[in-house]
Structures are given as C-alpha cells and as structure tokens.
C-alpha cells in the first residue's frame, strides 16, 4: 500500500524542480541572510548540488 501511495504523492521530477528553483535563485533585498542562506542550502542538496561548488555559487548569487 505504502510503494502505491508513494506512486502517486511523489513528485517524479523532483530532482529537476529542484536544480531549476537552486539556479534561479537569488537574495532579494527583503530577505535577510540567514533566511537565504537556508533556502540556498535546502535547495543545494535537494538538487544534490556537490559541496566543491557551494562557496562560488554562493557568492555569484548576492547582489552587491
């Protein structure tokens, strides 16, 4: 039963959701540090983003 429900309630395109959301993603000028550094965190690893291209991903999505 739970492979059925699993069947229908997960999203199949998860992953690719993911890496789209992790690429668009930028600070907006509202949002504080820490509430963007979380997202971007999430999304890294949902995304399944490797830690060697954390820092500079990090860094190319602040604003000045």
């Not at 998860?14 to 690429?23: C, E, P």
Request: glycine share 2%; aromatic share 14%; charged share 25%.
């Amino acid at each position: 039963m739970f492979k059925h429900l699993e069947s229908i309630y997960v999203n199949p395109n998860k992953l690719r959701d993911a890496k789209y959301n992790y690429n668009r993603l930028t600070i907006r000028t509202s949002q504080t540090f820490v509430e963007f550094q979380t997202q971007f965190l999430y999304l890294a690893g949902e995304a399944q983003i490797p830690t060697k291209s954390l820092r500079l991903d990090l860094f190319d999505r602040l604003t000045a």
